[in-house]
T-cell receptor, first 116, second 113 residues
Framework: SAVISQKPSRDICQRGTSLTIQCQVDSQVTMMFWYRQQPGQSLTLIATANQGSEATYESGFVIDKFPISRPNLTFSTLTVSNMSPEDSSIYLC?????????????FGPGTRLTVL | AQSVTQLDSQVPVFEEAPVELRCNYSSSVSVYLFWYVQYPNQGLQLLLKYLSGSTLVKGINGFEAEFNKSQTSFHLRKPSVHISDTAEYFCAVSDTGGFKTIFGAGTRLFVKA
């Protein structure tokens, strides 16, 4: 399995500022992802964090707003830039690891962000 | 590309009654299917998953789901629910590379005494 930790667990930020969320996995993983869960909503995939190269963003998400880094096989960061109240969400880090013939996906506890 | 439709946004049920949470998916390739549970103010927990083999999958907390390829469904069932089962349940699908999981909108199960 893979245990994922995220920092910070929650934060309250002012509009116009930026916040960087860190994700640490306790073992090397194949893939890392970032999801957003807006209040009362499901999880939406923001991007796939690629090691050593630019992240792959889903439709509706752009690098300028959500820059992502993945310097190695166990760590990634997501920055929420120039925040507005609409960015208030839970941001979840996820990692996929090969277990037998299957790439199993694990989720972190999430970072609860409130933008005032 | 894959997509997931959870047919019920809310399901109220009395304690000890059976429950079924419905999920349909669409995909042009073979898929893996999952059910996750999210208790209030907590993270996601995997309930069960279908990878291959038997179409009836048993998970934690007495839940089970049946994969029906012809109907592209993966409904979640429990024969007798408890108050503690009150939570949000998410159906999810990924391709068999398991590289990207797409979630349904969620079903809020509310168990009443």
């Amino acid at each position: 399995s893979a245990v994922i930790s995220q920092k910070p667990s929650r934060d309250i930020c002012q509009r116009g500022t930026s916040l960087t969320i860190q994700c640490q996995v306790d073992s090397q993983v194949t893939m890392m992802f970032w999801y957003r869960q807006q209040p009362g909503q499901s999880l939406t995939l923001i991007a796939t964090a690629n090691q050593g190269s630019e992240a792959t963003y889903e439709s509706g998400f752009v690098i300028d707003k959500f820059p992502i880094s993945r310097p190695n096989l166990t760590f990634s960061t997501l920055t929420v830039s120039n925040m507005s109240p609409e960015d208030s969400s839970i941001y979840l880090c996820s990692a996929a690891k090969t277990v037998g013939a299957y790439n199993e996906q694990f989720f972190g506890p999430g970072t609860r962000l409130t933008v005032l | 590309a894959q997509s997931v439709t959870q047919l019920d946004s809310q399901v109220p049920v009395f304690e000890e009654a059976p429950v079924e949470l419905r999920c349909n998916y669409s995909s042009s390739v073979s898929v893996y299917l999952f059910w996750y549970v999210q208790y209030p103010n907590q993270g996601l927990q995997l309930l069960l998953k279908y990878l291959s083999g038997s179409t009836l999958v048993k998970g934690i907390n007495g839940f089970e789901a049946e994969f029906n390829k012809s109907q592209t469904s993966f409904h979640l069932r429990k024969p007798s629910v408890h108050i503690s089962d009150t939570a949000e349940y998410f159906c999810a699908v990924s391709d068999t590379g398991g590289f990207k999981t797409i979630f349904g909108a969620g079903t809020r199960l509310f168990v009443k005494a």
